[in-house]
T-cell receptor
């Protein structure tokens, strides 16, 4: 079984500031990890994913995430927030990379202040 | 490709009425998923199909919920009778198998309000 915990249901940052969204997971097998983003009135879109290999993963729109096995974490970061980054972000885990077994976290709403 | 298409975008109905949500997956995708999103429970997988066959419906909350996929390009999620607690956003998603890190493509969702 696997689960995902996203710390902080709401995060606010100023435009240009660092974005840090936290995600911790549990999985009985090596996990595949994902970050999805949901803009208002839209479906979820894949931001980035970790499968194997390099633990620092780069995604779209300047986001990146680092897989830390010892901390069971997969935090999402972006050096400089843009107004267009305002959205809800979901961390997800899958034990074998299969979309059929994807478990989502509860989401973090990111607000970017001018 | 137009992506995953869901209809209607918004549905308002009265308790006890039948509700049908529709989904057209991306052409060529062989997996289709129905999710429900609520504030209380987040994003929940209700059911998924592979090659039009329901594989796992363990997430379907009650017998009032049913889903069909009569062909590769169309699926429905039906609630009969509907109840106020069914109010949520329902998402359809599709994916292509054969990869080790399958990506889900989501539709824009149907906002359901049961009064």
């Amino acid at each position: 079984a696997q689960s995902v915990t996203q710390l902080g249901s709401h995060v606010s940052v100023s435009e240009g500031a660092l974005v840090l969204l936290r995600c911790n997971y549990s999985s009985s097998v090596p996990p595949y990890l994902f970050w999805y983003v949901q803009y208002p009135n839209q479906g979820l879109q894949l931001l980035l994913k970790y499968t194997t290999g390099a633990t620092l993963v780069k995604g779209i729109n300047g986001f990146e995430a680092e897989f830390k096995k010892s901390e069971t974490s997969f935090h999402l970061t972006k050096p400089s927030a843009h107004m267009s980054d305002a959205a809800e972000y979901f961390c997800a885990v899958s034990p074998l990379g299969s979309a059929r077994q994807l478990t989502f976290g509860s989401g973090t709403q990111l607000t970017v202040l001018p | 490709d137009a992506g995953v298409i869901q209809s209607p975008r918004h549905e308002v109905t009265e308790m006890g009425q039948e509700v049908t949500l529709r989904c057209k997956p991306i052409s060529g995708h062989d997996y289709l998923f129905w999710y429900r999103q609520t504030m209380m429970r987040g994003l929940e997988l209700l059911i998924y199909f592979n090659n039009n066959v329901p594989i796992d419906d363990s997430g379907m909350p009650e017998d009032r919920f049913s889903a069909k996929m009569p062909n590769a390009s169309f699926s429905t999620l039906k609630i009969q009778p509907s109840e106020p607690r069914d109010s949520a956003v329902y998402f359809c998603a599709s994916s292509l198998s054969g990869q080790t890190n399958e990506k889900l493509f989501f539709g824009s969702g149907t906002q359901l309000s049961v009064l």
